[in-house]
């Protein structure tokens, strides 16, 4: 089995009249995004989008590409 890739994820808290919680977004997979009450859960459910988003990536021939250095934490 190989090690799973890893991408830089994005959270963002979501407006009120957008439900509130927190949304996470994957930067080098378009399309890629979760949410969650709390960033803690958007992050954890993420990594099921993202596996879902390589697996269709995989069926559909489309690159799945190297996970990105260029965000900075802090």
């Given at each position: 089995?190989?090690?799973?890739?890893?991408?830089?994820?994005?959270?963002?808290?979501?407006?009120?009249?957008?439900?509130?919680?927190?949304?996470?977004?994957?930067?080098?997979?378009?399309?890629?995004?979760?949410?969650?009450?709390t960033?803690?859960?958007?992050?954890?459910?993420?990594?099921?989008?993202?596996?879902?988003w390589?697996?269709?990536?995989?069926e559909?021939?489309?690159?799945?590409?190297?996970?990105?250095?260029?965000?900075?934490?802090?």
């Amino acid at each position: 089995m190989t090690r799973p890739l890893r991408f830089s994820v994005v959270v963002s808290p979501l407006a009120p009249e957008d439900g509130g919680g927190f949304l996470a977004t994957v930067p080098d997979l378009p399309g890629c995004m979760s949410d969650g009450e709390t960033p803690q859960q958007a992050i954890s459910n993420v990594q099921d989008a993202i596996e879902s988003w390589i697996e269709a990536a995989h069926e559909t021939g489309r690159p799945i590409p190297q996970p990105s250095r260029h965000l900075n934490a802090g």
